[in-house]
């Protein structure tokens, strides 16, 4: 077979990412009929760069979710075919078995892996770690930050001191040490697991508990409906067989221990950024007259920080959010880049553009795809989150 021209791949990719497209379609017909119901993410529609923010995030969503599914990717990304080595874009198989994809679209690896498939397996990993990671760095600063800037006094003191002290670390530096073979022998990282996976737990809890605790029946129904399943998931991620932490019969998932090392680096690093922004926000907002209403009613001192102060953050928050997981999505990049914590044979893109970066100046295509992809999500969310900031402004 003859290789294929710079057109016949671009339409060929274009033919891969169908049931991206698909969902992409659907998702922007059916949130544009309906964005007047839809809230803050219904008014992202009227924003021409936060509709293109999403759309470059949805992209890459339904790409990993796609290709978790194997529905995108051509060839197994693991997989070395025998002559494929640093092959060009559109080079075919020597020799394909009946029913194989014919092609290296985006060409061969230095391993003689296929780099289209690497790419769209590389997604799959930020979408899983990414929004993740970011949301339990939030929780542990909302859990902190809001009793923090509600209280002040010796509390605020000693909260923004380990806040600071953590954020004036190196963080490329700590996540050496962290990933180090040496610390995590030790069990640290999953120590520290322990003490950040906890605060989902302790959010969940006193959020339902501020809301309904005059109604003592329906208080206890919400917190085993909603507590149950997370205490549940929260000893199947800390626990990890022959660890230092390996007790929990009823283990319903096993996380990979240096991809439990990167999520508990991430958190670690973002958690103390999220705990000064809630911090200021609650200071801020805690002089209200609805604030001041509640106490007058007699409310307690965290529903008024969950019920009142934090539903009227959110906006900020929420851009924050999205921000985070672009600076969360670099990080893991970073650690990829630089070999640390996840496997080598990872499709990550910070694996991928360090393996293909070695050869560079001959062989342009085993890192420039990745690189791209990772350009193009953190551009997204740059943008949806400057669509939400205009948007929540206008309220």
Known sequence: MDPLSTSQIALRILAQFLPVWIALVALFVVSIRYKRR???????????????????????????????????????????????????????????????????LLGGDNLARDVFSRMVKGAWIVVQIAPLATLFAFMVGITLGLPAGYYGGRLDTV???????????????????????????TGVPQYMAVVLFVFPLVFFGVLIHSRYRAQPQRNRTMLAV????????????????????????????????????????????????????????AMDIKTRDY???????????????????????????????????????????TLGFFGLGLPPESPDWGSTINEGRKLLSIYLHPALPPAFALLSLVLGLNLLADGLREESLRD
């Not at 020597?94 to 029913?99: I, L, M, Q």
């Not at 920080?305 to 969360?328: H, K, Q, S």
């Open 38 to 104: 839809l809230g803050l993410y219904g008014k992202l529609f009227d924003s021409t760069i936060g509709m293109i923010g999403f759309g470059l995030v949805m992209f890459w969503v339904f790409t990993g979710v796609f290709g978790a599914m194997d529905l995108i990717v051509t060839h197994d990304p693991l997989a070395q075919l025998s002559g494929m080595k640093n092959k060009k874009p559109g080079t075919p198989l020597p020799s394909p078995e009946e029913g194989e994809y014919a092609w290296y």
């Open 226 to 281: 909603v507590l149950v399943p997370l205490f549940l998931a929260y000893m199947s991620l800390i626990n990890t067989p022959g660890s230092k932490i390996d007790f929990w019969p009823l283990d319903v998932f096993d996380v990979p221990g240096g991809i439990l090392v990167v999520f508990v680096s991430v958190v670690f690093v973002n958690a103390p950024t999220v705990f000064r922004i809630v911090r200021g926000l």
């Open 159 to 185: 909260l923004s001191f380990l806040a600071n002290l953590i954020l004036a670390f190196p963080v490329i530096l700590l996540f050496y040490l962290l990933v180090t073979p040496e610390i995590v022998a």
């Open 291 to 333: 604030v001041a209403a509640a106490q007058t009613r007699g409310e307690g001192p965290w529903y008024i920080m969950l019920w009142e102060i934090l539903p009227n953050a959110r906006g900020p928050l929420i851009v924050d959010f999205c921000l985070r997981i672009g600076y969360t999505t670099i990080l893991l990049g």
